[in-house]
């Protein structure tokens, strides 16, 4: 990761053009920052005076998740069986003392500036252009970094494509800007930056980024907020598969499938919690089928944990493509693509499962299997073999 940062870092980087621009309201100012050729060691001197390239650089890397089961269950108070893998978000910020804070991603071709200080204001954060400041300034906001500096950002997730690459990044952020206490601490404060930004979404993503644990699926229940660790086998590998259909939340329909939970909610209570028995109250046939893969899904997930304790990975598999089934059929979040990458996952000998992970409407399919059983370079679209491995570290540097 370190060398895929400063690989990325020889790529453009040199003297840094500024142009500025403000934001319609007139309350925050994003400064576009744009990179140009040469070496990064010109870059660095250009933003950070003589002083502050002796202060205390510091880096972190969020890692990405990749959900086994349990979707939708989160903000429903349910279970999932998440876990952190090796594909991830670094971010190194190098203190300089100004009141701002640049940020540069090889994502953009574009840095951006803002200002310390931030509101935790939707109407400030959530209206940001270029569109990825908004997640960024969501995390000044919480976290409160108290000294400006530049931050740079590599990434091995594709973004948009369900591994949660904004809690990887929120993570990683959170960490370098000082934020401390438990993984539940940092998650609350990822989680309520990417509310600021615009999207009504659960803990499970940066709780899973912060205190994921290698070698372990973290099960969590939402109604408690608690997390218990399930090793993985051996003998069981991890594959996922990006479907190439990439999208941001804010532009799907997840705040709609939010809202749809808590009005059946009104009705039965918080849906992670029901009983399938408490499903036939619901008279609305949408907002049944929408409860039903809740309460369902919460029920596979003590299941998949449950076989993966027991070495039955056949029973897991099954689970999971049960998932999808629910998922696609009863909560409506597939994909035409998704499916057909499931079906061609699971027609491999040697997959135990496969389901679509995470907020679905595009994004990866995981996969269950044998060691070995799928051969990645064969697969239509980019896919990965993944390992557990811990949530999100920061180291500091003198430089
Ligand atoms: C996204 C959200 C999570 C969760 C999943 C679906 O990844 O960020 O909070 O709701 O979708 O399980």
């Not at 992970?357 to 070995?372: C, P, W, Y």
Request: proline share 6%; aromatic share 4%.
């Amino acid at each position: 990761m370190v060398a895929a940062l400063s690989a990325a870092g020889q790529m453009r980087q040199s003297a840094l053009e500024e142009t500025s621009a403000t934001i319609p309201d007139g309350r925050v100012t994003v400064a576009p920052r744009v990179y140009s050729s040469g070496c990064r060691r010109m870059a660095d001197r250009a933003a950070a005076p003589e002083g502050a390239r002796m202060s205390l650089a510091r880096r972190a890397t969020g890692p990405g998740r990749v959900n086994l089961i349990g979707d939708h269950t989160d903000y429903n108070r349910g279970l999932a069986l998440p876990i952190a893998i090796d594909l991830g978000t670094t971010v190194e910020f190098t203190p300089t003392g100004s009141s701002g804070i640049t940020f540069f991603s090889t994502l953009h071709r574009q840095g951006i500036t803002l200002p310390l200080g931030l509101p935790p204001d939707p109407e400030v954060v959530g209206t940001l252009e270029p569109s990825w400041a908004r997640l960024v300034a969501g995390v000044i906001a919480t976290v409160g970094p108290e000294i400006g500096g530049v931050c740079r950002i590599v990434t091995t997730l594709p973004v948009g494509a369900g591994l949660s690459s904004s809690a990887a990044l929120a993570t990683a952020l959170a960490k370098v800007f000082g934020a401390t206490g438990s993984p539940m601490a940092v998650a609350k404060l990822c989680q309520q930056a990417e509310n600021l930004s615009g999207v009504p979404v659960g803990i499970m993503d940066p709780l899973v980024c912060a205190g994921g644990r290698a070698g372990s699926a973290s099960l969590i229940d939402f109604s408690t907020l608690s997390v218990e660790y399930v090793p993985i086998p051996g003998s069981a590998e991890i594959v996922v598969v990006d479907s190439g259909q990439h999208r941001t939340l804010r532009d799907t329909k997840y705040a709609v499938r939010v809202a749809e939970c808590e009005a059946a909610a009104e009705t039965i209570g918080p849906l992670g919690l029901a009983h399938e028995s408490d499903l036939a109250q619901l008279r609305d046939p949408l907002l049944l089928k929408r409860a039903r893969h809740v309460a369902s899904e919460c029920r596979r997930v003590r299941q998949v944990a449950e076989a993966l304790v027991s070495g039955h990975l056949w029973a897991a598999g099954t689970y999971m493509t049960e998932s999808h089934r629910s998922l696609a059929e009863d909560f409506g979040v597939s994909t035409p693509g998704l499916d057909s990458l499931v079906d061609h996952l699971r027609s491999i000998d040697g997959v135990y499962g496969a389901r679509m992970t995470g907020a679905g409407f595009g994004g990866s399919v995981v996969a269950l299997s044998r060691t070995g059983a799928i051969d990645v370079a064969s697969l239509p679209t980019p896919a990965w073999r993944v390992t557990a491995t811990d949530g999100t570290a920061v180291n500091h540097d003198r430089r």
